[in-house]
Each structure stands twice: as structure tokens, then as C-alpha cells.
Nanobody, 126 residues
Framework: QVQLVESGGGLVQAGGSLRLSCAASGRTFSSHVMGWFRQAPGKEREFVAGISRSGGRTDYVDSVKGRFTISRDNAKNTMYLQMNSLNPEDTAVYYC???????????????????WGQGTQVTVSS
């Protein structure tokens, strides 16, 4: 069982930056592939970024490539999402997710992740 807690959300103007954190409980963080998803009002929850167990492989949805950076610190059981050049279309509740893994494959589908945080709101004003 892994418990995930997101933090770092807030209100920011367009063009600004935020860094989200996802703190994980347990001693098996490094054996989990991690991901960030987001859900805007009236929309499906969508994959934003994912990172392999060691951090050596990352994946991003096209809309955030070049603006967002996912990373992890296995010694601190924490994953991050650095978000730069934010725009109003990035407004959503952001969720971190985890799944135990035996490879570096990074899934993009919501159903492939086993554990979820409660979410943190990111609001970008124009």
C-alpha cells in the first residue's frame, strides 16, 4: 500500500511557474512508476507526465512538452512537477499516481495506476 499526498498548487498568473510535490509513504517508492494526471472541470482526467522507477525515463503529453519537467528523489520518497510558462488551459486539479513496476515502462492510462493522491488545485489566471 502506498499513500500519496500532493502539495504546491495555487493561483498563478499566465506565464508564471509552480512546482508540485508528491510525497509517498512506505519503503517501496523506488519500485513504483509514478505519474501526474490532471482533471479540468467537465473534462476527463488526463495523463500529464510520467517517470520510471529510477527517473531515467520520462514521458509527457504533447501540450506540456518543453514547459513541464517531472522528476523524483527516491531518497526522499518524493516526486515533483516543475511547471513553467503556465497558461489558463493548465487550470485543473493535479493528481499524482503510482504503480508497482518491474520495468521502466511508463503507462499513460489512468486505469494502469494503482494508487492516487487526493489532488491539488492549480489555477492560472489570464
Amino acid at each position: 500500500q502506498v499513500q500519496l499526498v500532493e502539495s504546491g498548487g495555487g493561483l498563478v498568473q499566465a506565464g508564471g511557474s509552480l512546482r508540485l510535490s508528491c510525497a509517498a509513504s512506505g519503503r517501496t517508492f523506488s519500485s513504483h512508476v509514478m505519474g501526474w494526471f490532471r482533471q479540468a472541470p467537465g473534462k476527463e482526467r488526463e495523463f500529464v507526465a510520467g517517470i520510471s522507477r529510477s527517473g531515467g525515463r520520462t514521458d509527457y503529453v504533447d501540450s506540456v512538452k518543453g514547459r513541464f519537467t517531472i522528476s523524483r528523489d527516491n531518497a526522499k520518497n518524493t516526486m515533483y512537477l516543475q511547471m513553467n510558462s503556465l497558461n489558463p488551459e493548465d487550470t485543473a486539479v493535479y493528481y499524482c499516481a503510482a504503480v508497482p513496476a518491474l520495468s521502466d515502462y511508463v503507462p499513460r492510462t489512468r486505469g494502469q495506476y494503482a494508487y492516487w493522491g487526493q489532488g491539488t488545485q492549480v489555477t492560472v489566471s489570464s
